[in-house]
């Protein structure tokens, strides 16, 4: 009889345990795996200096749109991937005649992560990101140029624990540029062929933006 009685509160503490290290453990767990966030902002600064002259080129600030993809890696972490444009005008100051103003594209493409602080609802998190920046001025004839970037972002996640939320966000993409660097090179900018040498290594611009979040 004892030993009946024994072996049926070992079970029942049994029971107990893994009932509590089963609800642990879900706790702990994401309740979603997958973002995606449609992004809109707005984004600041940019300028690249003549390396022989006082020319100078300086994009102007505008509206941006692009998108954010995540993946839980654990409770604090997050794989992301995102593309973010903005069509713009870019300044040439004393480089042609009349200093003409030329369309600009600015993308952006990078694979990086975020930490988000422990929270329910609202979560702030940092993120941080490496991958290429392309320039595309509307020059009859120019090249797009690519180069190697990096950005740091800090934001906040509000409905964090949703399948719909909002994100929030500041975030400053920086450029990595050779000294030698050439941009808007086409033949029929200015007499022949346009060479613009800048005299710079990185160029920096900075985006305020927001977005939906919709969790899977």
């Known amino acids: 009889m004892k030993i009946r009685i024994h072996t049926r509160f070992a079970g029942l503490l049994s029971l107990i345990f893994l009932l509590a290290v089963t609800e642990q453990a879900q706790a702990q767990a994401p309740a979603f795996k997958f973002e995606i966030a449609p992004i809109a902002g707005y984004r600041f600064g940019g300028k690249f200096h003549e390396k022989e002259g006082d020319g100078e080129i300086e994009l102007r600030d505008s509206e941006a749109i692009g998108f954010a993809l995540n993946l839980t890696a654990n409770p604090n972490g997050q794989y992301e991937l995102i593309y973010a444009r903005q069509s713009t005008d870019a300044d040439t100051l004393g480089f042609f005649v009349n200093d003409p103003v030329i369309d600009l594209d600015v993308e952006y493409l990078q694979i ?33 140029e690519s180069y190697f970037s990096a950005s740091f972002g800090a934001g906040i996640q509000l409905a964090a ?47 305020a933006r927001a977005g939906l979040v919709f969790r899977f």
């Open 161 to 207: 624990n949703k399948r719909f939320g909002v994100r929030l966000e500041a975030r400053a993409f920086t450029t990595f540029v050779d000294e030698d660097s050439t941009f808007f090179c086409s033949s029929d900018a200015g007499a022949g062929s346009c060479l613009v040498q800048v005299d710079a290594k990185t160029l920096t611009q900075w985006e």
């Open 112 to 144: 990086g992560g975020t930490y988000l602080f422990d929270g329910n609802s609202t979560r702030p998190f940092l993120a941080l990101g490496v991958g290429v920046s392309r320039f595309d001025p509307s020059l009859t004839d120019a090249s797009a």
